[in-house]
């Protein structure tokens, strides 16, 4: 068991969620993955559910203030008081000084991968719209072809895995993101993981580099 404030960066695929959940099932941390409690809002038809759909479809990053305003209220909750892991947040420069001011973060693990594999990776996922389990096709198929095997919802593509909307987040991802591995480093956090190989080899360095 660790006890650790983890920040997962990497581009869209890049294999982000699979690792948190390998990570929370391990440690038992809490998880704060800001595009599943987008998407949660989405499923509620919520006001915020509503404004961000919209963008996300589109492949555009969800503004700060939004952003800052959930992962705040998700910091007060009990369960991060032993340790969290963040997935998909900070994502600008903007959300990592605003976050650096209301919590500490003890590693940023940076998976790295290529674009050839992030294109495989998106095209192939599928996710439950009910229970947002996530599948790949090739990879880690569910048990019945497009049915998920928690709770038997039929499964989807996500909007944003479109080609055009990837080739959106791919270029947010670049300009508003990929600085925040400067920020991290010159803080002397940043571990780089190659997340381009398999998920339980992955999660093997990342084990190694959270000690
Ligand atoms: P979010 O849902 O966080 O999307 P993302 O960052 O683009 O990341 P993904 O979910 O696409 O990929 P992942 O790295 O988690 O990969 P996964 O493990 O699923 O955010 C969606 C949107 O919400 C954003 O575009 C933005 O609009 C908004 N948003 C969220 N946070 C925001 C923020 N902080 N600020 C502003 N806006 C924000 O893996 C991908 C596939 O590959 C899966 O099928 C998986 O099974 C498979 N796979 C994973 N690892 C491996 C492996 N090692 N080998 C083989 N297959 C693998």
New binding site residues.
Partial sequence: MIKMNIVLL?A???????QAEKIVAKHGIAVI????M?REEIKKNSELGKKAKQ??DA????PDGI?LGIVNERLKQPDCKNGFIM??????IA?AEALGKITKIDIVLDLEVSEKVIIE??S??RFCPNCLA???VI??PPKKNGICDKCGSRLEQRE?DRPEAVKK?LQEYALKTKPLKEFYKKKGILKKID?G???EK?FSDIENAIG
């Fill in positions: 990497g869209p695929g890049s294999g982000k969620g699979a993955g800001t595009g599943n987008l963008v996300m492949g555009q990053l969800v952003i997935d998909g947040v900070p994502r600008t959300q990776r998106l192939g996922r996530v599948y790949h990879n880690t944003d987040r997340g190989q398999p998920i992955v």
